[in-house]
Nanobody, 113 residues
C-alpha cells in the first residue's frame, strides 16, 4: 500500500520560507514523476511543481522563481523549498505520484501579510 506523508508546513509571514517534505513508501515500482499540488479553501486544486525521473522540473507560473522541487531517491523523499512566500500561497499542500490517485493527508501552509 502506497503511503505519502507530507510535513514541514506552518505559519509564516509574507517573504518567509518553508521547506515541505513528502516521505513515500509502499511502491512496487518507482513512479516516473512526482508532483506537488495545493488547494486553498473555496478554490480548485492547483498543480504547483513536478519533477520527473530524470530530474527535470516544471512549475506553475505563480511559483516560478520562488519554489524549488527536488527529490532524494535514496530516502524516497520529495521536497518543496518555498521562498518569498505570499499570502496567496496559503493552502493545503499534497504530494502525488503522477498518474495515480494516491494522496497523503497534506500539510498546511499559512502565509500572513
Amino acid at each position: 500500500q502506497v503511503q505519502l506523508v507530507e510535513s514541514g508546513g506552518g505559519s509564516v509571514q509574507a517573504g518567509g520560507s518553508l521547506r515541505l517534505s513528502c516521505a513515500a513508501s509502499g511502491y512496487t515500482y518507482s513512479p516516473n514523476c512526482m508532483a506537488w499540488f495545493r488547494q486553498a479553501p473555496g478554490k480548485e486544486r492547483e498543480g504547483v511543481a513536478l519533477i520527473d525521473s530524470d530530474g527535470r522540473t516544471t512549475y506553475a507560473d505563480s511559483v516560478k522563481g520562488r519554489f524549488t522541487i527536488s527529490k532524494d531517491n535514496a530516502k524516497n523523499t520529495l521536497y518543496l523549498q518555498m521562498n518569498s512566500l505570499k499570502p496567496e500561497d496559503t493552502a493545503m499542500y499534497y504530494c502525488v505520484p503522477c498518474g495515480t490517485n494516491y494522496w497523503g493527508q497534506g500539510t498546511q501552509v499559512t502565509v500572513s501579510s
